[in-house]
């Protein structure tokens, strides 16, 4: 079955570290998207991908960076100049700019030690 | 587990109707509920949010009220703009299941002049 992986599913980091997420999708869609969810809050968008070699930044993208070597993977870095990362972290994917569906993994909580 | 249903699209209006999207959900526990919407190139925005039964949440002429007797958040704007034209998803955030958020798979908003 097609879908998005991300991994892991918890994930700790020490003050100062980067850390990076990893989302994989075989769905064969061209956009990718990363979002953060704060309790309470909605999806804020941090990058995204309208194809391989190219991405945006989103609203929230200082202290973030993201890559896109390849069609079926959207790596998110968290690096130690995000000052507060501890968040839960959804990545998304959709076939064209803007389609619909859109189709979601099932997140990464990451945490500060 | 949680799910969210909400009305097939396409959805095609004219300047200035009036709009209603259906969404209903099931979940355990008291979920907070999420509306957002998704233009053109772009990824998801958050447009409105209701965190507890009978809130109502608005943002840009839309308004959703949070019904838990009928489990629903329909979203409802009293005057289309061809601006409005976009993908809306509806969504609920479980606040007890590591917060994992559940999306509906959007319906598409076409508003001709």
């Known amino acids: 079955d097609g879908g998005i992986t991300q991994s892991p599913k918890y994930l700790f980091r020490k003050e100062g570290q980067n850390v990076t997420l990893s989302c994989e999708q075989n769905?064969?869609?061209?956009?990718m998207y990363w979002y953060r969810q704060d309790p309470g809050q909605g999806l804020r968008l941090i990058y995204y991908?309208?194809?391989?070699?190219?991405?945006q930044k989103g609203d929230i993208a200082e202290g973030y960076s993201v890559s896109r070597e390849k069609k079926e993977s959207f790596p998110l870095t968290v690096t130690s100049a995000q000052k507060n990362p501890t968040a839960f972290y959804l990545c998304a994917s959709s076939i064209g700019q803007g389609e619909r569906p859109q189709h979601f993994g099932d997140g990464t909580r990451l945490s500060i030690l | 587990g949680n799910s969210v249903t909400q009305m097939e699209g396409p959805v095609t209006l004219s300047e200035e109707a009036f709009l209603t999207i259906n969404c209903t959900y099931t979940?355990?526990?008291?979920?907070?509920l999420f509306w957002y919407v998704q233009y053109p190139g772009e990824g998801l925005q958050l447009l409105l949010k209701a965190t507890k039964a009978d809130d109502k949440g608005s943002n840009k002429g839309f308004e959703a009220t949070y019904r838990k007797e009928t489990t629903s958040f329909h979203l409802e704007k009293g005057s289309v703009q061809v601006s409005d034209s976009a993908v809306y998803f509806c969504a609920l955030k479980d606040n007890t299941n590591a917060g994992k958020s559940t999306f509906g798979d959007g319906t598409t908003l076409t508003v001709k002049p």
């Open positions: 991908s309208q194809i391989v070699n190219d991405f």
């Open positions: 769905l064969n869609h061209d956009a």
């Open positions: 979940a355990t526990g008291y979920p907070s």
